[in-house]
Structures are given as structure tokens and as C-alpha cells.
């Protein structure tokens, strides 16, 4: 999945109520008349201090047919602090693509745009398939740590996949379930709070709803704030293998320059490939605890789950650090802080519609992925193929949506942007963006050294809140990034506490 909360601040869960006889109708928020009108009611958002508005858009299933099975889009509007606020608001888009935009009104609100919610009303869509707008939710793919033998066996088992598709294919077609048609659910919302342009801030998967919807309706963008690009040629998960090998790669350079780190685990490069050759014989009886039990008990661990598990620590840096302990434990023989920290950073959580991803993805990306590509792509990478190949599979048992042959082209734009790459990103790496941004007349580029798939800390919520306001890349000041740098590496058990 490509989802960015940052993992130093806990996941926020939206709990959102209707008080009755307190009704405001959306027209308050924006400065057009809009054709459709969504109410929106006082409701509670956590970490949320101030007055939010909660609501629901309905729109078809099946936007062409504009009948049969109707979605309720779910909406949250966290108000403009000043009387008067600016006009254009904006609009957030979550990861994954699974990910849901209500329950990151949490820390985007009081985070990563804390001062601009003084001029500008924060808007959080739940993307159909997602969060409250019908989600799309497996029950078990694998990637539950109640269900250990699986979460630590293959990748996507293809039954487990097919049962999945089956249970949601009783309450939604999901050959609906695509960018495309979210973002036109995205521009009916829009309408509906009438608003007349909008601003986006997106992270991961979000960027590419951001860009879908610029090319779609390039009028009614103001400005966006792109985090950890994803393109529509991006091909989840082809990028993957490149991605997290320059992400170990620096993460070794780092920890060797680092005295703690080298002194600690001198050897972590050679114990690291040493570790991964002993899956040359086939996969490993390793003692785990079970986080049911609190006990501990042999565990089969393949090959393609133990270095997935790897790649998701290697999503930002504050994964990363547990990673040369863990490595230096599993070459001793002893992979139970490797099974304690990979049940914590789990990408696919309960939270996330998984079937979101599979209707996403097995539209957009998979079926553009050439065997040429596979092989180039994962040549010469601790990942392998794998984790393509199981992507891949999965999709043939899932049903796919249309999707015209030029989806992958990039996206041109004259909208001022301001795309964001982590330098150690171990999901989106920065030379997607690069090859992205040479398309946006008005964009820009910003690297930041020993950071990954995360928003974390004031530098990036002030560049995100300076640019929103005032979008112009040519004098716009980025030089706080500068500073940036890894957490400190985990180098005992004591750290994983």
C-alpha cells in the first residue's frame, strides 16, 4: 500500500456524529451556487478542537448509467477559523489507495495545516470504496498479525484474494472503483460545497488523484502540495524493488557514518545478505511471538514476506531505524524483533479497504507492466520479482475496470505545484518525481536527505502551509529542509519498547 501518515504520530480514526436540528448548508462554505446541496451537521473529529461539519454526497455506482446502486460520499469540512475565510479552501487526498481522507482530518488539521485552517476551510472526501463511502474491505488477505502463519507466509494467496473479491462483489461492482471516477465523485462534492477552485494537498496515492484531477479540470485548481509522488505511469508496484534497494542502500551508508550505528553492527551489509541467502533452500522455521498468545512458537516465514516486511520499514526513516537491529538479530539466529517491529508497521491495517487497492491498482498499473519492465526493474535487488509477480496474480483474480490505453502519459499542467520527495524513500522514490514535474510549467521539485515516505515535523507542514497560501515556486524557500536528519538507529532490545 502507499499510504503516508507518518509513523511518529499515532493513526487518528474519524468518530463523526449528526446533533439534531443543527443543519448548515454547504452553500456557507463557498462562493458559488452549487446545482446539487449537501447538508453538513456539527460533528466530532478527534484532535480536533474546533467546530467540524460532517455530511454525506450521494452519487451512482455507475457514473454513465446514472442509475442503480447509489454510494454516500463521506465528507468532513473542518471551517475557516476567520469570519471571512479565503476562498478556495482545501482539499485533502489520502494514500493507499485504500486509505481514508476523513480519518486524517486528525493531523492534517491540527499538523500539517495548522495555520492555514485559520484562513481556509479543510476539506476531507472519502474516496468511493473507502472509509464510509461503501468500503471495499477484505476480511483476511494475509496481512492480519492475528492470523500469523499467513502474515508471514506468501504474498496475496490467491483464495484468499478470490473470497475476498466474492464477499464484495455482493455490495458493489468493482469495475467502478477507479481514479478517474473518484475524482469526478471528488469534482461533485466540490459543486455540491460550491466552491469555485480548490487547493490540493496529497500524499502517496493521493498524488495521483491530485493529477488525475488537474488534467480532468485544470479551471478548478488553484495550487497543489504533492508528498511522496506517485504517477499514473508510476505501475504499482514496479517502482517497489528499485525504491527499497536505494532506500537500504543509503540506510548502510548512513548507519556506517554513523558511530553508534558502526560500532554496533560493523558488518551490516554482508549480515544482511547473509541473512537473505538462507532462503536459498526454501523458507525458514523461525521462533516468533504471537501477538494473540504473547507467547512464543514457530512460525514458516517466506523468503517474499520477510523481505517485504523489510520494505516497510524501509518506507521512511522512522521504520528504518529498527532496521540494522533487527538484521544483526535475524543473522544470530534470533528473528523475534523482527517479527515484534514488522507486526507494528503494518501497511495494510485494519483501517485500509484493500479491495480499493486491488480495483486501483489491477485497472491501472498492472495491466500496463511488461515482463521486459519486471525484469529491469528488479534485476539486482533484495526484493526480487516477487512482490510484482503476486501483485500481479492477485489481479488476475480480481475484476478489472476500463481504463483508456493512454492512462500512463504524464500529466501537463500550468497549476502551480510543489512536489516532495524523500531522498531515502523507500516506496515513492524522488526520481519519479523528477521525470513528473518537467511537465508542470509552474512546478517544482523538492528533495529532502536521510527522509522517506513521511511528512514529519514543522519544515515540511510549513512548506506545505507557505505554499498554499501564496503558490509560487520561483521564490518560494526551502533551505529548512536542509537540516533534516535520521532519527537515531535502534541498536538494542531496549529501543523497540
Request: aromatic fraction near 10%; proline fraction near 6%.
Amino acid at each position: 500500500m502507499l499510504s503516508l501518515r507518518s509513523r511518529l504520530a499515532p493513526a487518528l480514526l474519524l468518530s463523526s456524529f449528526a446533533i439534531a436540528g443543527l443543519s448548515l448548508t454547504a452553500t456557507a462554505y463557498g462562493q458559488a451556487q452549487p446545482a446539487v446541496r449537501v447538508d453538513l451537521r456539527p460533528c466530532n473529529v478527534p484532535e480536533v478542537l474546533a467546530r467540524a461539519r460532517c455530511g454525506t454526497l450521494s452519487v451512482n455506482e455507475d457514473r454513465s448509467a446514472r442509475a442503480g446502486r447509489k454510494i454516500g460520499l463521506n465528507i468532513v469540512v473542518i471551517p475557516a477559523l476567520h469570519p471571512t475565510p479565503a476562498a478556495e479552501p482545501v482539499f485533502w487526498l489520502e494514500g493507499g489507495p485504500g486509505g481514508a481522507a476523513t480519518q486524517a482530518a486528525g493531523p492534517v488539521s491540527q499538523n500539517y495545516l495548522r495555520a492555514l485552517r485559520i484562513t481556509h476551510d479543510l476539506v476531507f472526501v472519502d474516496e468511493r470504496g473507502s472509509g464510509k463511502s461503501n468500503p471495499l474491505k477484505c476480511d483476511d488477505i494475509g496481512e492480519n498479525p492475528a492470523n500469523l502463519d499467513a502474515y508471514f507466509g506468501k504474498l496475496f494467496p490467491p483464495q484468499m484474494i478470490r473470497a475476498c473479491r466474492e464477499k464484495l462483489e455482493k455490495t458493489a461492482d468493482l469495475k467502478h472503483y477507479t481514479t478517474a471516477i473518484a475524482m469526478d465523485d471528488l469534482e461533485d462534492v466540490r459543486n455540491a460545497l460550491g466552491y469555485k477552485r480548490i487547493n490540493l494537498a496529497g500524499a502517496s496515492y493521493g498524488t495521483l488523484a491530485a493529477q488525475v484531477y488537474m488534467a480532468k479540470y485544470p479551471d478548478r485548481v488553484r495550487s497543489a502540495f504533492l508528498v511522496g509522488i506517485v504517477t499514473p505511469g508510476f505501475k504499482l508496484p514496479l517502482p517497489f524493488a528499485r525504491a527499497a534497494q536505494n532506500a537500504l542502500d543509503l540506510l548502510f551508508q548512513d548507519c556506517a557514518a554513523d558511530r553508534e550505528c558502526h560500532d554496533a553492527f560493523s558488518n551490516l551489509r554482508e549480515e544482511f545478505y547473509a541473512v537473505l541467502s538462507r532462503f536459498d533452500r526454501g523458507a525458514l522455521n523461525v521462533k516468533l511471538i504471537d501477538p494473540a498468545t504473547k507467547k512464543e512458537r514457530f512460525v514458516t516465514l517466506e523468503r517474499e514476506s520477510y523481505v517485504e516486511h523489510l520494505r516497510a520499514l524501509l518506507y521512511s526513516t522512522a521504520g528504518a531505524r529498527f532496521v540494522p537491529f533487527v538484521v544483526h538479530r535475524a543473522f544470530l539466529n534470533d528473528f523475534i524483533p523482527f517479527g515484534t517491529i514488522a507486526v507494528r508497521f503494518n501497511l495494510g491495517g485494519p483501517s485500509t479497504a484493500r479491495g480499493l487497492y486491488f480495483s486501483v491498482t489491477c485497472a491501472e498499473a498492472t495491466p500496463f507492466i511488461t515482463e521486459q519492465e519486471i525484469v529491469a526493474e528488479t534485476r539486482e535487488t533484495f526484493l526480487g520479482d516477487r512482490r510484482v509477480r503476486a501483485h500481479i496474480a492477485a489481479c488476475a483474480e480480481w475484476s478489472r475496470g476500463d481504463v483508456p490505453e493512454n492512462f500512463t502519459d504524464p500529466v501537463k499542467s500550468e497549476i502551480p505545484v510543489i512536489m516532495f520527495s524523500g531522498e531515502a524513500d523507500g516506496s515513492t522514490p524522488p526520481w519519479i518525481a523528477a521525470g513528473a514535474v518537467k511537465y508542470f510549467a509552474s512546478g517544482r521539485q523538492i528533495i529532502a536527505h536521510h527522509t522517506g515516505h513521511q511528512i514529519d515535523g514543522p519544515c515540511t507542514w510549513d512548506l506545505m502551509q507557505a505554499f498554499l497560501k501564496t503558490p509560487s515556486v520561483r521564490q518560494f524557500d526551502s533551505s529548512c529542509i536542509e537540516k533534516a536528519k535520521r532519527p537515531r538507529f535502534a541498536t538494542s532490545f531496549h529501543d523497540l519498547e
